[in-house]
């Protein structure tokens, strides 16, 4: 993928300060304002970092994720740096503490059963309980449409409870991810998201992200 321009980087950034401030990312009209740009060309900016897989838009412009935060209360709560923010799944909410290089505290429920899933991470992976990571829809379908595939990713107590859920509500069993995998990947895939140099990874380089963290065959795949 191509780098981004440096104006689009300047808002991309701007959207993180202010997330990382307020754990929201702010409207359309409050970042224009912020930023001294006509509503219009933040529109059209915002347009263009979501075609670059950099965040998501819902509605009049309504910035609903800007990976891998969330921009409404969700099931998965990540405390990091004393404050408190929502992911937009079980995978995103690792993503915060890879991109912020920081240890957090990770709060979700297991769908199958409703038991509180928490636990902390950072650089030395997890120190407590280790749930799995459920990927129901195949690789290139969260690679295409980060946004709607990355939201059916959850955290579960096991694989008897991923089996039991997914025969319930017919989903497809998918992947189901060791935490330790999920973590290497997570820092392969956020920890320079804060750089200035972002742009979104390549075929190739996603393939050598999941390689990374022993993620190989055919679901894997990206065509």
């Known amino acids: 993928m191509p780098a981004l321009d440096p104006f689009l980087q300047r808002i991309r950034l701007a959207l ?21 740009l006509p509503r219009l060309e933040l529109e059209n ?4 970092l979501a075609a670059a897989k950099a965040l998501v838009l819902r509605g009049d412009f309504e ?24 992911a937009n799944s079980a995978w995103s909410a690792l993503g915060i503490p890879a991109m912020l290089g920081v240890e957090a505290a990770i709060r979700a429920h297991c769908p199958d059963c409703g ?12 120190r407590a309980v280790e749930p799995l990571l459920h990927f129901p829809l195949p690789a290139a379908r969260f690679w295409g449409d ?24 017919a989903a497809p069993r998918g992947a189901a991810v060791s935490l330790a995998a999920a973590w290497t990947l997570s820092v392969q895939w956020y920890q320079n998201h804060l ?29």
């Open 16 to 36: 993180f300060d202010q997330i990382l401030e307020s754990a929201r990312p702010p409207s359309a009209g409050d970042l224009a304002v912020s930023l001294g």
């Open 45 to 48: 900016a915002l347009d263009e």
């Open 63 to 86: 910035i609903a994720i800007v990976m891998p935060f969330s921009g409404a209360a969700s099931d998965f709560v990540v405390k990091a740096n004393g404050r408190r923010y929502f």
């Open 115 to 126: 038991d509180e899933i928490s636990f902390s991470i950072g650089a030395e992976g997890s």
């Open 146 to 169: 980060p946004g709607m595939a990355s939201s059916t990713i959850h955290f579960f107590k096991s694989h008897e409870h991923v089996d039991r859920w997914c025969e319930e509500h």
């Open 195 to 223: 750089s200035p140099e972002w742009r979104s990874k390549t075929p190739e380089e996603a393939r050598a992200a999941f390689a990374a963290a022993g993620l190989t065959g055919a679901f894997w795949e990206l065509s």
